[in-house]
């Protein structure tokens, strides 16, 4: 299909796919022709997905680097021999055990 040179096609109904707006068309009835597009049901997800991701990655950028209430209680916690006992020892050792293990095991 030839491009003109802004990039546009040369002739509109050359884009697959392409309608000519009917009488009915446009803002408002008798105003002019309008543009027109269908977007599918999947193209719909995708800009759900990525509108959700940009607000989670927005959300995340303001949360501070460091979390100043879990480095207060892991602290005290050593302080306190509280990762000294034998049952948090088992319990760091499953944790680890479980989030390396490759994925295929993990079913």
């Not at 602290?75 to 319990?91: A, F, W």
Request: proline content about 9%; hydrophobic content about 30%.
């Amino acid at each position: 299909m030839p491009v003109d040179p802004v990039g546009r096609p040369s002739r509109p109904d050359a884009v697959s796919g392409a309608r000519r707006p009917g009488p009915d068309s446009g803002p408002a009835r008798g105003r002019g022709p309008s543009d027109e597009a269908d977007i599918s049901a999947e193209a719909e997800v995708r800009l759900r997905v990525h509108e959700m991701v940009s607000a989670v990655r927005e959300a995340a950028s303001a949360l501070p680097d460091i979390r100043e209430d879990k480095v207060r209680q892991a602290r005290s916690r050593i302080e306190q021999g509280y990762y000294e006992k034998s049952e948090v020892h088992g319990t760091v050792v499953d944790t680890l055990l479980r989030n390396f293990q490759p994925l295929e095991e993990q079913h």
